[in-house]
């Protein structure tokens, strides 16, 4: 957490002070409170970053004092926040511009062949009787034939 935030454990526990009243300050009655923060900062550690979970728990508080595990069991039954996909990374110009000549270098006539030593390699493990997936065994055949095509000039 940044220096600068508010510690989310001092403001649960603060929240938690105005709903329970004297049975909160009762639960910790001649314990360092700042030990008792270290605990549920420790326990609740999962969630710092998390406001909507620790919102559903105070929403959801029982009528006992919770300790931190109770807390805890609050936050994780609430809803899971929806999945987002990353945003695609950003490529630059000049990124583009190598990977367009790159790929002219990989199309032009007479460019050099990918190597074949794992195609070589599953036809090797095929001639000692080795089990070999059907996927493995057309992928290699597929890029023998490129590579045939790519050595007639046809790529």
């Not at 807390?71 to 000049?94: E, I, K, M």
């Amino acid at each position: 957490m940044h220096e600068s935030a508010p510690d989310f454990v001092v403001q649960i526990h603060s929240a938690l002070a105005v709903r329970y009243g004297r049975r909160w300050l009762a639960m910790w009655a001649g314990l360092d409170m700042e030990l008792v923060r270290a605990d549920w900062r420790r326990v609740l550690h999962d969630y710092a970053g998390n406001p909507t979970a620790v919102m559903h728990a105070l929403d959801n508080l029982p009528e006992h004092v919770p300790t931190a595990s109770d807390f805890r069991a609050l936050c994780a039954s609430g809803p899971r926040p929806a999945w987002q996909p990353l945003p695609a990374p950003a490529t630059s110009a000049q990124g583009k511009a190598v990977m367009r000549e790159l790929l002219a270098r990989l199309r032009a006539p007479g460019a050099a062949v990918p190597s074949l030593c794992w195609a070589d390699a599953i036809d090797e493990r095929l001639a000692r009787g080795e089990h070999v997936s059907r996927a493995a065994r057309e992928a290699a055949a597929a890029v023998r034939a490129r590579a045939v095509r790519a050595r007639e000039g046809g790529l």
